[in-house]
């Protein structure tokens, strides 16, 4: 009941930020995209992570609003790089109450509009799980916004249960492997086989296959030599403040 009100006093009070976590191409090194991650600026905790407060947000239906937050501060902060010069797609984590509604693609749309922020540096995280359950509407729904240019990406892959005649079915470009199957490639061969395998599956479906939680050199290499087309981790950058983040993406030219 306390993480409730404080949620929603987080929501009246303007205490949510983003960080932003690169993603850098294979072999290239050149940076594709950054991923949006929620933090809390509470007023007593200090900086907290969405693992402390999301699945409740998601049960009491606190996170439409901050969905909602997030969506328009994400259009906002494309249009204020684009000012820049910053030229830059950000990825947003999409929850499944966010997602019970097809308003959220309305309102997605209108925030980028209002915004003048251009759809092809949009992106979409869809977990996995999510994917596989979504409806009718919101499969046509994410076509929609597929069609207007934004990317749309499977996140959490290999954590749920695929059905993966339906993943060909879904309008998807890119696949996040997630970070279970990349721990051991660099120490474990039969790892190595799995993830090389998925990466090849993804391929064959047409999608880009991207590898997150990467942590040493050593993974990365192993991802490059088996064909992963993207990496992200603490071992390329932190998710940083957009500060950071700028200065961080300027020395990648
Ligand atoms: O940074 P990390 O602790 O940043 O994120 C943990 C989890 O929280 C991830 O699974 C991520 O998908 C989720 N998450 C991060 N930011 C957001 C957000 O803006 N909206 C939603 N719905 N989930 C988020
Ligand atoms: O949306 P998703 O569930 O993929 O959230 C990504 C999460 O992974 C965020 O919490 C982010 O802070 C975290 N993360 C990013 N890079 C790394 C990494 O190299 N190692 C680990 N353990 N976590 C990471
Ligand atoms: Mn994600
Ligand atoms: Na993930």
Redesign the pocket.
């Known amino acids: 009941v306390q993480l409730e009100s404080d949620l929603r006093e987080a929501i009246d009070q303007n205490e949510f930020a983003l960080v932003f ?1 690169p993603q850098i191409s294979l072999p290239g090194g050149r940076i594709v995209a950054a ?1 949006a ?1 929620l933090r809390w600026r509470h007023p007593r905790d200090g900086l907290r ?2 693992a402390t407060f999301i699945k409740r947000a998601e049960e009491t239906g606190l996170i439409v609003e901050i969905g909602e937050w997030v969506i328009a501060t994400v259009a906002d902060t494309i249009a204020r790089w684009g000012k820049m010069g910053i030229e830059q797609r950000l990825a947003i ?1 999409i929850s499944p109450r966010q997602l019970d509604h097809v308003a959220f693609f309305r309102r997605l749309r209108a925030a980028m509009k209002a915004a003048n922020a251009p759809a092809h540096l949009l992106e979409l ?1 869809i977990t996995e799980t999510l994917a596989m359950h979504c409806s009718s509407e919101v499969v046509e729904a994410i076509a929609q916004l597929r069609n207007d240019g934004a990317t749309i990406s499977i ?2 892959f290999g954590t749920g249960y695929s059905n993966l005649a339906r993943l060909r079915d879904l309008p998807v470009d890119r696949v ?1 492997l997630d ?1 279970s199957l990349i721990e051991h490639i660099a120490t474990n061969n039969e790892a190595r086989t799995i993830a090389h395998a998925v990466i090849g599956l993804i391929h064959g479906l047409g999608c880009e296959a991207v590898g ?4 040493t050199q050593a993974q990365a290499d192993v991802l490059r030599v088996i064909g992963c087309d993207v990496i ?4 390329i950058a932190l ?1 940083m403040d957009e500060d950071a983040f700028i200065a961080w993406s300027r020395t990648d030219e």
Not at 232 to 235: E, H, I, L, N, T
């Open positions: 976590q991923e991650l992570l969405p984590n995280e996140d959490d996040k970070r997150e939680g990467i942590e992200q981790g603490y071992a998710p």
